[in-house]
């Protein structure tokens, strides 16, 4: 079995946002790490390897440094990474994006598709399912429990109040959510070949069956009217209660005071 | 095909189990006003089996048109069937704006319907106007009027994007839940019921349903609540959000919810979790006790229209986006406010 799991690098929004003096995001001052759904992702490709025997190919679109992700993704045991970089394939909006990974993947065998369910710099979650359609794959998203019988892909899709359990041919798209699994860490072993092991780095002209009105700014049918940092509501009033009753009966008035009781 | 001859706001009308979701009507809502500075109707997307009779709902709150696919396949929300189906209705109608909501079935249909299509698609909106693009006039560059402007949070709600699809039709987005208003039913009001056969064919993308395992929730539903008691790190445990928010909760007709942390520390149910990971919540009061207001918890709950905070730590990031914030002991101050808020209560049933 062959799987191509696609990945992205993101700034690290956990470990805080910081912003540049004009007040936009400083993306170089943050940490960039593998999007926490991409890497659940990931751990899924990973345990079908470990479990039936499979060759794991890493995929991401980016810039030269995120060469990083892909080793990360190496060290936890993938076989293969792919990293796509070209000048022309940057600004690209999510229909961009998934076109320029249907051509990248054009060119590899696979039985499955494995995408993060969104990026938490972007939150879309739309890469996946486009990249389902250029290909013509059947498509899983949020998908939880996986598993493989009589060659079919057996999983659960997860929606607000129910799952459905579906039965897939291959190849097919699946999308993770980190909540699928919790990711094994690099082993030291693999840290040191994953700094050793090639990657393959493919531009615009290794992209198959594509055309140059569908790749980057030029190609993407969404354009940002206006961006800014977010105008978060001010602060109200800070508090200090004095005792238990005391804060309680300040609570009390505000609640009387706006109607709620 | 020009651009202009594409006409009307079009809203997919979800539906499961045969019942018109919330979320739908929403939409019609919102698309009415866009349909009203446009000059246009709104026009319900009603996809299912057997499922004409809530064609009714839709046009009583609002719907001009319903346009209706009836096909065994759409008894249950499927990718493909659903995707073909929209693509087919697009196709023949050619509409200007077609919204989804931002909901599990919505974020998967609607980008495979624009990657069909080959449209733009602005993820999760909170905010839909009509205007001009570029906003500001710049020069040697033609301002199309009448654009549909889409914004929407991004980066865990630390930045805020407008987003145009100047040169694509339909411009397409979906919509987060509970921010725009559903329109008061009119049991009188009528729509056109156009009865649409979009030629399903099954293809390599069907998928098989081998069950329909239903979640039996003992919640009501965090997002539907007007009045939300929140936990988190602070309450230490699970029992405490029994003992301590619950009773609050009761008393002011509202439910509990909770932080990650209270999810992930002490095990309270994920789908009562409010934040980016969980569900964004718009309530009327959102009570945050001992929540210290991860970033990601922020952008779930700071729409809320009147927020209180409770925190032993003067320096916690919730008191960022609180009313009033409160620096005290959650445990003195909830229990006391419960009891006050009882004998208010009773006063009030007395007059």
């Known amino acids: 079995m062959k799987i191509v799991v696609c990945i992205k690098q993101v700034p690290d929004t956990a470990g805080g946002v910081k912003f540049n003096p004009d007040g936009t995001l400083d ?42 992700i892909l080793r990360e993704a190496m060290a936890m045991g993938a ?54 359609v250029h290909l013509g794959l059947p498509l899983v998203s949020y998908t939880q429990n996986l598993k493989i019988e009589d060659g079919y892909v057996i999983a659960e899709r997860l929606f607000d109040d129910r799952h459905h359990v579906l039965k897939v041919k291959m190849p097919c798209l699946l999308t993770a959510l980190s909540e699928l699994n919790e990711p094994r860490y690099m082993t030291p072993g693999g840290i040191f070949d994953a700094f050793k092991a090639p990657v393959t780095v493919w531009g615009r002209k290794d992209l198959k069956d594509t055309l140059d009105s569908d790749l980057g700014k030029v190609g993407s049918p969404t354009q940002i009217a206006k961006a800014s940092d977010k105008v978060r509501k001010g602060a109200g009033t800070l508090h200090v209660a004095e005792d238990g009753s005391e804060g309680a009966e300040y609570i009390l008035a505000k609640l009387k005071e706006k109607f709620i009781i | 095909m020009a651009l202009e001859e594409y006409k009307g706001v079009y809203v997919f009308a979800q539906q499961v189990d045969n019942k018109v979701e919330n979320i739908a009507l929403e939409l019609i809502g919102k698309g009415k006003a866009l349909a009203k500075d446009l000059g246009t109707e709104v026009v319900a997307m009603l996809l299912g089996e057997n499922i004409g009779d809530q ?23 499927m990718t493909e069937p659903y995707t073909q189906a929209i693509a087919a209705i697009i196709r023949e ?51 199309l009027h009448n654009q549909l402007l889409m914004t929407r949070p991004a980066f865990g709600g630390n930045t805020i994007a407008t987003i145009a699809i100047p040169d694509f039709r339909p411009q397409m987005a979906t919509v987060r839940p509970g921010v725009m208003q559903k329109l008061p039913a009119d049991p009188n009001a009528k729509a056109e019921i156009v009865n649409f056969d979009a030629k399903l064919e099954k293809n390599d993308r069907f998928v098989e349903i081998l069950d329909v395992v239903k979640k039996v929730s003992e919640y009501v539903d965090i997002q539907d609540a007007k009045i939300l008691i929140s936990g988190g790190r602070g309450m230490q445990n699970k029992e405490n959000y029994e003992k ?62 009147l927020i209180i905070a409770i925190n032993k730590d003067e320096t916690a990031p919730i008191f960022e986006v609180a009313d009033y914030g409160i620096v005290g002991d959650l445990f003195q101050i909830v229990p006391a406010l419960t009891k006050l808020v009882e004998q208010e209560l009773a006063k009030k049933k007395e007059m």
């Open chain 1, 79 to 132: 076989d293969n990474a792919i990293l796509v970089t070209d000048r022309v394939l940057g600004g690209a909006d999510t229909w961009a994006t998934s076109q320029t990974l249907a051509g990248a993947i054009r060119n590899l065998d696979y039985d499955m598709i494995i995408t993060g369910r969104q990026a938490i710099d972007g939150d879309t979650a739309q890469v996946g399912p486009q990249l389902s």
């Open chain 2, 93 to 143: 109608f050619k509409p200007d704006i077609v919204l989804f909501g931002a909901t599990a079935i919505g974020r998967d249909l609607a980008p495979c319907v624009a990657a069909t299509v080959h449209t733009g698609l602005t993820a999760d909106c909170t905010k839909l106007d009509i205007g001009d693009f570029p906003i500001n006039p710049i020069p040697g560059r033609e301002q």
């Open chain 2, 55 to 77: 064609a009714e709902v839709l046009a009583a709150h609002g719907a001009d048109k319903v346009i209706v696919v009836d096909h065994p396949y759409l008894k249950d929300y």
């Open chain 1, 27 to 68: 993306r170089s001052a943050m940490l960039a790490i593998m999007n926490p759904d991409d890497k659940a992702g990931l751990e899924a490709a990973l345990r079908l390897k470990d479990e039936y025997g499979a060759e794991v190919t890493v995929l991401t679109m980016g810039l030269p440094k995120a060469d990083s």
């Open chain 2, 244 to 305: 301590i928010l619950r009773p609050l909760a009761n008393l002011l007709g509202g439910q509990v919810s909770s932080s990650r942390a209270g999810v992930d520390g002490f095990g309270i149910p994920k789908e009562l979790q409010v934040g980016q990971t969980g569900k964004p919540v718009r309530p009327k009061l959102y009570m945050a006790c001992g929540i210290s207001g991860a970033i990601q918890h922020l952008a779930g709950m700071e729409e809320s229209d």
